[in-house]
Nanobody, 115 residues
């Protein structure tokens, strides 16, 4: 049974940084491209960044140059380093397998950026 546990969110001022972590279990982690998504209040869940099984990464235009996704296959963990945070980055952040299935989502971690 897949489990995804996100952590590392918090309240930060604009321009600050946070590092999110997502620990996965119940899957062969190294076989999957993983991704971070975010959902702001009243909005749909959007893809933020994804990373392939070998480390290649792709970013949404809105975070390119500010966020860095990485993974540690030995720890079954994917990370999201967020720099130069903006108020519009405020959302609940989730991780999941990029290509799905998306029938399970963790609880997410709240990121709030104050201006």
């Amino acid at each position: 049974q897949v489990q995804l546990v996100e952590s590392g969110g918090g309240l930060v001022q604009a321009g600050g940084s946070l590092r999110l972590s997502c620990a996965a279990s119940g899957i062969t982690f190294s076989n999957y491209a993983m991704a971070w998504y975010r959902q702001a209040p009243g909005k749909q869940r959007d893809l933020v960044a994804r990373i392939g099984s070998t480390g290649n990464s792709v970013y949404a235009d809105s975070v390119k140059g500010r966020f860095t996704i990485s993974r540690d296959n030995a720890k079954n963990t994917v990370y999201l380093l967020m720099n130069s945070l903006k108020p519009e980055d405020t959302a609940v952040y989730y991780c999941n397998r990029f290509a799905g299935p998306h029938d399970y989502w963790g609880q997410g971690t709240q990121v709030t950026v104050s201006s």
